[in-house]
């Protein structure tokens, strides 16, 4: 893990999936996409039922990690997909679940 300049031109999201997004292999769906895209962080089960994740990346390489996450893999149902935006100094090396 590095850390980001002022001028990184990065966005880090927290991002949380809601519906049918446990046992359906949304998190190794999302591994495989988020690597498709360039996208780093991470993505986990939340105790709740949901699925939260940490995604970093350029803006265009972020909204397309979102776009899909209003998707998910095919046995998912996404009802909501809610995201912030993280002021974290890190950067992540690659995505991984967590």
């Known amino acids: 893990m590095k850390t980001l300049g002022s001028n990184h ?3 880090t999201l ?3 999936v809601t519906g049918r997004v446990q046992g359906v292999g949304f998190r190794a769906a999302t591994v495989r996409q988020a690597h498709l895209l ?3 962080g991470w993505v986990r089960n939340a105790p709740d039922g949901s699925v939260e994740a940490l995604i ?3 803006a265009e390489q972020v909204d397309r990690m979102l776009s899909w996450l209003h998707q998910g893999p095919p046995s998912a149902r996404v009802a909501e ?3 912030s935006q993280n002021h ?4 992540f ?3 991984q679940q967590i």
């Open 38 to 40: 360039g996208i780093t």
């Open 81 to 83: 997909v809610t995201h």
């Open 93 to 95: 090396d690659n995505f």
């Open 56 to 58: 970093q990346g350029d």
């Open 88 to 91: 974290t100094e890190r950067h």
């Open 9 to 11: 031109g990065i966005e």
């Open 14 to 16: 927290d991002v949380r």
